[in-house]
């Protein structure tokens, strides 16, 4: 079976977007990694499929590189978002369906401001802070993070025996460069790996470092493939509302493949 698939990517968070609104695609996990696979497939973080929903513009179902359904991915919405608009599925404003419920988007030639989950609580440990924004995260504050291990170290951390009784996290590792502005690094669950970015990582530090470090709304974060913004309204007691991760996305190349 022959599938058009297209290349996007957002700060370097890439993914295999395709248009699965006629539901034909054949989900299946080892295929799914294969497409992700960087030698022997497409290669990308992720993959996606775009589908249709009676409630909403579209649905956002995303798996992991490993070819495993994956929780919220925030640069993948906001990529799928400008795929949508490419398509002409939606204009300048959307509604979508995701795995952790509904959310909204705004597009501009330049960037995607993709409304995130709301986000209740922060869990502490001696080393690091645990957050959830649509995925699990945990955060840590690094000094000299360019040339920090972010592979063992958040190795590490990712197959910790608690951390696995729980389904796993991702790690990231931040450093404040800015009074308002941080350098994200992000050992990502289901990749396995350092990515170039994650957006739901970026809007667990940039939550953490407001509450921990007193950054203010909107944070500038620095990530190895460019730049992000997270703005939020603090409610209190580690909830947040009106969350909001804001970039460029975009896309790559196009292609047909055999599934």
């Known amino acids: 079976m022959q599938v058009h698939f297209f290349k996007y ?24 990694a294969r497409l992700c696979d960087r030698r022997f497939g497409i290669g990308g973080d992720g993959l996606i499929l775009l589908q ?39 204009g300048d ?36 802070q645990f957050m959830n924004t649509g995925s699990p995260h945990v955060v840590a504050f690094k000094p ?10 958040g190795y590490a951390i990712r197959y910790a025996n608690d951390w696995v009784a729980r389904g796993g996290t ?10 308002d502005a941080l350098f994200v690094r992000t050992y ?3 990749v396995e790996d350092e ?10 530090s940039a939550l953490v470092s407001h509450l921990k470090l007193g950054l203010q709304s909107p944070v500038k974060v620095k990530v190895l493939g460019g730049n992000l913004e997270v703005s939020f309204s603090d409610k209190g007691n580690g909830t947040f509302e009106d969350i909001y991760l804001t970039g460029p996305a975009e896309r790559v190349f196009e292609g047909s493949v055999e599934v």
């Open 195 to 204: 990515t170039y970015s994650c957006g739901t990582g970026v809007t667990a």
């Open 9 to 32: 990517q957002g700060t370097g968070n890439d993914f295999v977007m395709i248009d699965d609104r006629a539901g034909t695609f054949p989900i299946d996990k080892e295929r799914i």
């Open 52 to 90: 249709n929903d009676p409630d909403y513009d579209f649905r956002m179902k995303y798996f992991n590189a490993d070819g495993g359904e994956g929780s919220m991915c925030g640069n993948g919405g906001r990529a799928t978002v400008r795929f949508a608009h490419d398509l002409g599925v939606i």
């Open 170 to 179: 991702n790690v990231n590792f931040a450093e404040q460069i800015g009074d």
């Open 144 to 153: 000299n993070l360019a040339d920090f291990n972010v592979y063992d170290e």
């Open 188 to 190: 990502e669950r289901g």
């Open 93 to 128: 404003e959307t509604r979508f369906i995701a795995v952790d419920g509904e959310h909204e988007a705004s597009v501009t030639p330049e960037r995607i401001s993709l409304k995130m989950s709301n986000v209740n609580g922060l869990e502490e440990f001696p080393e690091y």
